[in-house]
């Protein structure tokens, strides 16, 4: 059975910083490339972040870039995102996910990612 599990959300102040991860179980975690999204209240799902199945290829999203660090630790079945210079309109709840197909340079829509975690809340204020 496949499971993700968010961690590492809370509240921190703009231009703070965060680490959230996403521990894997219940398939080959390092045959599949890995993706962080987000949705605020009120607002669809957006892509944050993706990681290829080695790790060598990341791919952000141009609201983060700059700011926001995806990695992953294949011998410990985690994916981290390092948010730096947070700000408010960075609140969300952060999802991690797995990409549909083994071993495929992912892409960064959501309908090809088949498994999601429940989330993490991340909220940005003074």
């Known amino acids: 059975q496949v499971q993700l599990v968010e961690s590492g959300g809370g509240l921190a102040q703009p231009g703070g910083s965060l680490r959230v991860s996403c521990v894997a179980s219940?398939?080959?975690?390092?045959?599949?490339?890995m993706a962080w999204f987000r949705q605020a209240p009120g607002k669809e799902r957006e892509f944050v972040a993706l990681?290829?199945?080695?790790?060598?290829?990341?791919g952000i999203a141009d609201s983060v870039k700059g700011r926001f660090t995806i990695s992953r630790d294949n011998a410990k079945n985690t994916i981290y995102l390092q948010m730096n210079s947070l700000k408010p309109e960075d609140t969300a709840l952060y999802y991690c996910?797995?990409?549909?197909?083994?071993?495929?340079?992912?892409?960064?829509?959501?309908?090809?990612?088949?498994?999601w975690g429940q989330g993490t809340q991340v909220t940005v204020s003074s």
């Open positions: 996910a797995k990409y549909k197909v083994k071993w495929e340079i992912p892409r960064p829509t959501s309908t090809e990612y088949d498994y």
């Open positions: 990681i290829s199945p080695g790790g060598d290829r990341t």
């Open positions: 219940g398939f080959h975690y390092g045959f599949y490339a």
